[in-house]
């Protein structure tokens, strides 16, 4: 099982790997801006989860600089993710908006769709 597991993740990377998407290219002042608002999310992920690679692969294509938390390694991420919340379940968005309130994204398509809403370039 553990091995089957191991073989599952590493295909899981190797997919992610090889389909790495084109990220796309902002000036300098435009990505300045998008990477400071990106500074105010975070990324509550499992390394070899398929909908977490989904979510990561978004962020490479919108050149998207987020922290990622990896809440099967880290106790004190699953701790934040559980607290905040509410479910161990990821990809989970942590989102602190400019007035400082936090809420918190779950499901990968609707990760995406709020990634792209709010940051692809092709938006007025
Ligand atoms: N429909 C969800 C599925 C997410 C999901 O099933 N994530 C798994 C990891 S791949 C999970 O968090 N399971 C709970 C656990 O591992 O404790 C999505 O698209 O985000």
Redesign the pocket.
Known sequence: MFLARWILGAIILLVERLYSPKPVQRDNDTQAAVDNETAQLTLYQ?KA????V?VRMAMKRQSLSIETRDA?RSDSAKAELLAGGGV????CLKIVDPQGATSWL????D?IVYLNDRFSPNVA
């Open positions: 499992y989860c398929p909908f977490c989904k099967k161990l379940k990821v990809p779950y499901e990968s398509s990760i």
